[in-house]
């Protein structure tokens, strides 16, 4: 079965270095066999594990990686981290533990991740009761670039129980983890109790949400083509240009200002953020000068600083 799509293949077989994420688990080693057997030159290609040291089997499971690593002569790295809870839940801290271990390999390189179709609707349905725009509705994408660095999905087209059975078809074994038993972790929640429920009266609604992301992630990429071409009328090398800036409605000044910042690689601003950000910045008397600082929790992006200086809206990025 051919796992990955032609324009992925075309990345991994040019790419100088080829990552998987291995938790051990049933999603990252299809994804791990997957990527072996679809690469020509498999001296490039090397297994990531990521110990978040928070189960007493961690190092066992960090064991049984490194075990099919060496069965497969596939390079393995592990790295532990400390996930520091802080003011979100574990989810998210070790989400952006995970992001910064990435973000330490060199530029071009290509991560294989795990994610599949049902990850795709616990994605989307998260994001709907956090609140989101079209671009959270489109979900993950099969193939993605965060901080010079390729993100590709090669499972995304299939469900677990496509997985499971590739596995068993192999008789590969894989790690299990209890803890996704536990309803105290969103996703756990969304994945144990709420999509079954859902799926009681709508059976193929992972089909549809999969369907839907795909669709809308299409509408998304026009979308940003007309944001972009009216970003390139209010900006210069400098930065975004303040006064036709402050002529635009709220709407559009907010759109192309996170067009702009993804743009830099930094930190896109919830909304929350973007009404502090027009409050400052286009409410304030005339003549202020005030700086803005933000950043967001999922690690992937740099913090910003927001200031104005002369006609332009500057945005420097947060030393690390």
């Not at 271990?101 to 994610?115: A, M, N, R």
């Not at 910045?281 to 933000?294: I, Y």
């Amino acid at each position: 079965m051919n796992f990955f799509t032609p324009e992925e293949l075309s990345i991994i077989f040019n790419a100088k270095k080829v990552v998987v994420a291995f938790s051990g688990g049933p999603d990252s080693t299809l994804a791990l066999l997957a990527t072996k057997g679809s690469l020509k030159d498999s001296s490039k290609l090397s297994a990531l594990h990521i110990n978040h040291q928070a189960q007493t089997a961690s190092s066992e499971w960090e064991q049984g990686c490194e075990k099919l690593c060496q069965k497969l002569s596939i390079t393995f790295k592990s790295v532990k981290v400390k996930v520091k809870v802080e003011d979100q839940g574990f989810e998210a801290a070790a989400r952006v533990a995970r992001q910064k271990v990435f973000q330490q390999f060199e530029s071009e390189t290509v991560l294989i991740l795990g994610h599949h179709a049902d990850d795709q609707v616990e994605t989307v349905l998260f994001r709907i009761f956090r609140g989101t725009g079209i671009k959270g509705l489109a979900g993950m994408k099969r193939i993605s670039r965060h901080s010079d660095l390729v993100f590709i999905r090669p499972l995304m087209g299939l469900n677990k129980s496509e997985i499971l059975n590739h596995l068993k078809a192999v008789k590969q074994e894989f790690i299990i983890d209890e803890t996704n038993n536990e309803n105290v972790y969103s996703r756990n929640f969304l994945r144990n109790e709420v999509i079954p429920l859902i799926k009681e009266k709508w059976p193929n609604v992972d089909k549809s949400i999969n369907r839907m992301a795909q669709i809308l992630d299409q509408q998304n990429t026009l979308y940003e083509k007309l944001i972009a071409e009216k970003y390139l009328l209010l900006s210069d090398e400098e930065g975004l240009l303040f006064q036709q800036l402050s002529e635009l409605d709220y709407f559009m000044r907010s759109e192309i200002i996170r067009f702009w910042l993804n743009q830099m690689g930094c930190a896109v601003p919830n909304e929350s953020q973007m009404k502090e950000i027009d409050k400052s910045f286009f409410q304030s008397r005339q003549g202020a000068n005030p700086v803005l600082k933000f950043q967001r929790d999922d690690g992937q992006n740099a913090g910003v600083v927001l200031s104005k200086y002369n006609n332009y809206l500057i945005a420097e990025k947060l030393d690390e």
